[in-house]
């Protein structure tokens, strides 16, 4: 039976490698997205599978294999992936495992959410006395509204205040005359 530093020595071999009888793999829907968001960073980046298998102490061909889908994708191989990469987590989180879809990973709108779940959150538990039932549909939908033209009044305010300037004091520029430009 292999143990941890057998194989080609390294932790990491075991992190990322993949075992079907051993948890943590991804289930196969979330795991295509899981992929498809690691081989587009790896893609844009310029990076070879060669030098992120280097990087993360597996063999070429298991990097290949993770990368590939041949091997189940487990959790420690995500996570050091994303790393190494330099994907945030709880953006993937969130476009993989909630909306369904790896591309609303680069949606900025994401981005303004992500942004208010923890001060939410935080404000949510200093203030109230007494536990958050959830929401019902309806007043989620409405809710939801709310917020997101609340959102999209505040850009518009923002882009309006940047594309004029209000209340600018009147500039006067003297007067030349020609002995002015003789001088």
């Keep these: 039976m292999a143990t941890e530093h057998d194989d080609e020595g390294a932790d990491t071999q075991n992190t990322l490698r ?3 009888a051993v948890g943590g793999c991804v289930a196969t829907a979330m795991s295509i997205g899981h992929r498809a968001l690691i081989n587009h960073h790896i893609t844009r ?3 070879t599978r060669a030098s992120l298998a280097d990087d993360l102490g597996v063999s070429r061909r298991q990097m290949n294999r ?3 889908g041949d091997t ?3 959790l420690e191989a995500i996570v050091a ?3 190494r990469l330099g994907i945030d987590r709880q953006r993937a989180l969130l476009a993989i495992d909630v909306l369904g879809d790896w591309q609303r990973y680069f949606d900025p709108n994401l981005g303004v959410i ?3 779940v923890q001060p939410v959150l935080a404000a949510l538990d200093a203030s109230a006395e007494f536990a958050i039932e959830p929401l019902t549909r309806p007043a989620v939908a409405r809710f939801s509204e709310w917020l997101a033209n609340a959102i999209i009044a505040n850009e518009e305010q923002i882009r309006s205040r940047r594309d004029s300037f209000a209340d600018l004091p009147e500039v006067r520029r003297p007067i030349r005359r020609a002995s002015d430009h003789a001088a």
């Design 18 to 20: 993949s075992d079907e």
């Design 66 to 68: 993770i990368l590939s």
């Design 114 to 116: 992500l942004q208010l």
């Design 81 to 83: 992936l994303y790393d």
């Design 45 to 47: 980046s310029g990076l």
């Design 72 to 74: 189940p994708l487990r």
